[in-house]
Structure formats: C-alpha cells, structure tokens
C-alpha cells in the first residue's frame, strides 16, 4: 500500500517505541517523515535504519523554541506539512501521598503542554487534508496504581483531540488519538521485567503485548484518507484491555 | 498490497448503502463476499459490481431458518468464514407517546436478536483469528428524538462487542462494533419512514450537528469497516469505533 505517497510527516517521540514504528509504515507508505527526539544517538540511528526519506531534528516538544527549529526544517525541506503523529509522552509512578510537583510538572510538560504545542506550531504549515493524530493511553480511561500523573495526562489528552474538532471545523484537517494499551517497546520492555509483561499480557483479553507495528498500522490508517470520515475519535489499540 | 486476499466475507445487508459500500471494497482488497438482503431484485442487482468473487443469498436476519439457509450456502461453497459484517438494520421513526409494540420489536428483531443470531450462527463455520465487525450507530450514545428504539438497539450492538471479546477470545476472534454518523445512503429516504421533505431537512440537520460540516459517503464507512477486518487492526478489540465526522465526540 502506498496510502501516503507524497506525504509530509511529523512523529515526535519518533526515534524508537511507537514512534519509530509508525515512521517505518509511514515511509513504506510513501510518506518523507521528520523524527523528533530529546537524543542525538538515538535519533541517528533510527535514521540509518529509515534510510533517505527520514530525517531528525534533536529537541525536546515541553521546549517550545526546539519545535520552532523542528518546524522551520520541515518547511525549509518540504514548504508544507499533512500529518502530525504528537506521540512524544514521558510517564513514571508516584502514588498519591508522594506526588511532588515536580512530578506533575515534568508529566504534563511533555504530555499535555508539549503535545498542544507539537499541533499548535505545526498548522501554519498544515491545510486540506492533514491529519493529526495524539497517542493517548488505555490509561486515560482506567486506573492504576501510582498513575495519577501520567492517566490525567492521557486523559487530557483525549480531550484535546474533542475541543481541536471544533477548532479545525472548516480547515479540512482532521485530528484523533490513537489509545495503545501495553506495548512491547524497549522501553516498556525494560521498565516492566519480565513478570510485569506477563500480569500485562495476562490481563489482555488479546492475552499478549502488542508489537510496536501493530501501533504504527494504526497510526497509518489515522494518517491516510481511509479515515477521512473521523474525526475527535478515539482508537484504542489496547487488545481490549479498556473496553470491557 | 491487497489487505484481504482471498478472505471470506459475510456482509449482511449487501444491498444498499454501507453494506454495499463495503462488498465492494472488501472485493477489490481480494476477498470473496456472500452477500445477504430482504428484497431478491435489489440484492441481484447490488451483486453485479463485479462479475466474480460475490454470491448472494436472499433473506432476513431476523429469521433463524434464513440464517441457517445463508450458513449453508457459505458452507458449501467456501467451507469457513473469515470475516463478518453483522450490519443489516432497520430504523424507522416512533416517538415515545405513540409507538406501537410492532415498531419496538420490529426495530429489536432486526437490529438485537437479529444480529445475536447472525453471529452465533456463524462461529462454528469461522476460522480462528478471524473478525468480526458489528454495525452500531452514534446513536448509541447520543440522544435522538423519535428513535429512542432504534439509538436503544445500537446500544445493545456494542454491547454485544464486549462480551464476545472475552467469550471468543480463546479462538483469538475480534470483535469490534462500528458506530457509523449520519450517511449519505438510501435509507434515510426509503426506509425511515420519514417524508421526503423531513428527510431533507434531517439530513441538512445531521450535517450541521457534525463536526466536518458534511455526512459521510458509504465509502468512508466501508475503508473503516475494511481496515477493522484486516490484520491492519490486529491488536483492537472490543472496541467502538466512532466513524462519525465527530458528531458524538465533542
């Protein structure tokens, strides 16, 4: 499939997880994507592994003159932008009774003031057609312990993409969130161990972990105008794990 | 790449509007429909969109003894069931001071009992890790003056999706329900029985309640039910999904 042939993409949090699956699709897809992440390393690479239609940009989105930079390279290289995947997000555990505010700070810098930056410096360059899509979580619908930070955050997030439907009313730009449940990322790999994938996979009616593509599939079908009649939805793509 | 090759769908109400819409579709990804619908003219004539990979079987979800004719038939020419569109429905308009009982059980015959059956009768004969897609409304969540039977029968449809996702989890089987916005197709003039300067002006309304300023086309509806079908959503189920233009979501 070739969906997104010609497109301009924007991931943020791209350089590894759900970021850079989705970049891989995109770029199967036809699409020419712009990865945004806080590590050079890491950024250079999920580039080698993307090859000529990828590039990085170093910065971090709770840092607003490092997405002006972001969005001045895209419009340098490619004038116009038609997909914004606002997937960078930052969560740790603090249960109620320990939560500083430094906590609530950093979660809500990167998930909340971060992602409404991500879109909000993005439309200049966007018209007909664009798609934005938030990566939410099966957390902004479900509790769980030591979470308060990272589910509101989610949870605001959702909202977002209800209020901008009603903002992007008559511009043609379309914006959803896309709800993972636990994924097998790296990331959640190693902060999970063993035995937490497992009470992860077992509370899955899907009974497993999702693998990062299956996320980036998503994202694709959000991405393309297989989805032109959605907009302010949510997806979840959690193995069931919120919808029962 | 053809997301659907050589799949075997099941699209209830093929006839018309989104179930027709999705035929198509789910035929051009490179699968192999069994089309069902009331009215034998109407479902011929739907099928000749294409000269192969379409059958058709004329009944009525809300007869046991049709379903067990449209199993059969599936069952002899493909032997399994890859995927099921349970999308047939009916919906007429019965305010709540002066509906009768025929139209409540008419609206729950088709729309509840009608679509348990079309499913239950289809697990034996499907594959493990297939799907299943119920066709809901965002009349499910919203409240709409009139069809209080009809949005009441959409609830029970995406309920319906929860439960089958743990009973039929073992076989690794998604279900997932569809909650279409207001669509450009046929029904709303044909069957609602609603005049047709009532359905103008409903239609002009649904636009304005919805977010992209519009109704959507079938074929919209058909790429989210496609996708749903697909291993592209392999790790969704239980689910809603709201194709709407945002009408329920803000």
């Known amino acids: ?244 | 790449m053809k997301t659907l090759e050589g799949k075997i769908a099941v699209i209830t109400g093929g006839s018309s509007g989104i179930g027709l819409a999705t035929a198509k579709r789910f035929v051009g990804e490179g699968a192999h429909v069994v089309i069902t619908g009331r009215r034998e003219k109407e479902l011929k004539e739907a099928a000749t969109f294409t000269e192969r990979n379409v059958t058709t079987v004329v009944g009525d979800v809300s007869r046991l003894e049709d379903l067990d004719r449209l199993y059969a038939v599936v069952k002899e020419k493909h032997g399994h069931i890859d995927i099921l569109f349970a999308n047939a429905g009916a919906g007429t308009i019965g305010p709540l001071a002066v509906a009768t009982e025929a139209h409540f059980d008419q609206t729950f015959d088709v729309n509840v009992k009608g679509l348990f059956f079309t499913v239950q009768k289809a697990l034996p004969l499907f594959k493990d890790g297939g799907s299943i897609i119920l066709n809901s409304s965002v009349s499910n969540v919203l409240g709409l003056p009139g069809f209080s039977a009809y949005a009441a029968s959409k609830a029970a449809v995406r309920s319906f999706a929860r439960a089958w996702t743990l009973e039929l989890k073992d076989r690794k089987i998604r279900v997932n329900a569809m909650s279409p916005g207001p669509t450009e197709t046929p029904a709303l003039e044909t069957t609602t029985g609603l005049t047709p300067e009532q359905a103008e002006q409903a239609a002009a309304q649904f636009a304005s309640q919805v977010p992209m300023g519009r109704r959507g086309r079938p074929e919209e509806i058909a790429a989210a039910v496609t996708f749903l079908a697909s291993d592209e959503s392999s790790y969704i189920t239980g689910v809603d999904l709201a194709v709407d233009g945002g009408m329920a979501q803000v």
């Open chain 1, 1 to 244: 499939m070739t969906r997104l042939s010609g497109k301009t993409a924007v991931i943020t949090g791209g350089a590894t997880g759900i970021g850079l699956a989705a970049a891989k699709r995109f770029i199967e897809e036809g699409a020419f994507v712009f990865i945004f992440g806080r590590r050079q390393e890491a950024l250079d690479a999920a580039v080698a592994e993307l090859g000529p239609n990828a590039r990085a940009v170093m910065g971090s989105v709770s840092d607003l003159a490092d997405l002006d930079r972001l969005y001045t390279a895209v419009k340098a290289e490619r004038g116009t932008l038609d997909i914004v995947f606002a997937n960078a997000g930052a969560g740790s555990v603090a249960k109620l009774g320990e939560i500083t505010a430094e906590h609530i700070d950093e979660t809500f810098d990167t998930n909340v003031k971060g992602t409404i930056f991500t879109v909000q410096k993005a439309l200049p360059l966007m018209g007909k057609g664009g798609s934005i899509i938030l990566t939410g979580s099966s957390a902004g619908t479900t509790g769980a312990p030591g979470m308060t930070a990272y589910s509101a955050s989610k949870a605001a997030v959702r909202n977002l993409a209800r209020t901008w439907a009603e903002d992007l009313k008559g511009t043609g730009i379309r914006v959803n969130v896309l709800s993972p449940g636990a994924t097998a990322t790296e990331l959640a790999k190693a902060a999970l161990g063993e035995e937490g994938q497992k009470a992860y996979a077992a509370m899955t009616p899907l009974q497993r972990m999702a693998d990062p593509a299956e996320i980036g599939a998503v994202a694709a079908f959000l991405a393309s105008s297989d989805s032109s009649f959605m907009t302010a939805s949510e997806v979840a793509v959690d193995g069931g794990l919120a919808q029962l």
